[in-house]
């Protein structure tokens, strides 16, 4: 976990599906963010854990409510198995 005056990421939880719903059901985020547009809040709690489970993927929260406003996460080693560069993603 780390820590700013106004944020927290940490890993993301199956609690955090409505706040990511919130967000991944407008058409004008999702396939910008690499998703479909989220049916319901169950498919949110999916791709938490689905897509959102990955060692190093976190929510981006807000401190004083803990509320998911979205997501940032590294990818060590790319389709190939390269592993001497790395990608970085997020979507706030």
């Not at 967000?23 to 910008?32: F, R, T």
């Not at 509320?67 to 390269?82: E, M, P, T």
Request: aromatic letters at 10%; one cysteine or more.
């Amino acid at each position: 976990m780390l820590e700013t005056e106004r944020l927290i990421l940490r890993h993301w939880e199956d609690s955090d599906a409505e706040d990511l719903y919130e967000y991944a059901k407008d058409p004008d985020v999702g396939p910008v963010a690499g998703w479909p547009a989220h049916r319901n809040i169950e498919e949110s709690r999916n791709y938490i854990r689905s897509v959102f489970s990955g060692e190093e993927t976190y929510a981006i929260c807000l401190k004083k409510d803990s509320r998911a406003i979205g997501a940032v996460g590294l990818n060590l080693k790319d389709q190939s198995g390269r592993t001497d560069e790395c990608e970085l993603g997020y979507w706030i």
